[in-house]
């Protein structure tokens, strides 16, 4: 995905590499990508245009990305816990989905 930031506003790029290994003919992954990346994209659209009355309404004074220091109570990611659900994920994937 690629964000670029113009004067008014954004333009966003999705690019997708959907690869089920030969599970599912082509036209149907091309087909099935369009539909969801397309309503993906409107779904974020109408999220954005929503975000600053949604963020007025919760904790509107809650920006971590403007003053890191709000980050500092916050909890931190589990390093062996996060690496063992990605093993069991791509475990899954593999002995399931190829």
């Given at each position: 995905?690629?964000?670029?930031?113009?004067?008014?506003?954004?333009?966003?790029?999705?690019?997708?590499?959907?690869d089920?290994?030969?599970?599912?003919?082509?036209?149907?992954?091309?087909?099935?990508?369009?539909v969801?990346?397309?309503?993906?994209?409107?779904?974020?659209?109408?999220?954005?245009?929503?975000?600053?009355?949604?963020k007025?309404n919760?904790?509107?004074?809650?920006?971590p990305?403007?003053?890191p220091?709000?980050?500092a109570?916050?909890?931190?990611?589990?390093?062996?816990?996060?690496?063992?659900?990605f093993l069991?994920i791509s475990?899954?994937?593999?002995?399931?989905?190829?």
């Amino acid at each position: 995905m690629h964000i670029l930031f113009e004067k008014h506003g954004c333009q966003l790029t999705c690019i997708s590499h959907p690869d089920p290994k030969g599970k599912l003919p082509s036209w149907l992954i091309n087909r099935v990508t369009k539909v969801i990346g397309s309503k993906m994209i409107k779904k974020l659209h109408k999220a954005c245009l929503n975000y600053p009355i949604w963020k007025a309404n919760n904790e509107p004074e809650w920006k971590p990305w403007l003053y890191p220091e709000q980050r500092a109570n916050t909890p931190r990611i589990n390093l062996d816990e996060f690496i063992a659900i990605f093993l069991a994920i791509s475990h899954f994937q593999k002995k399931y989905l190829f």
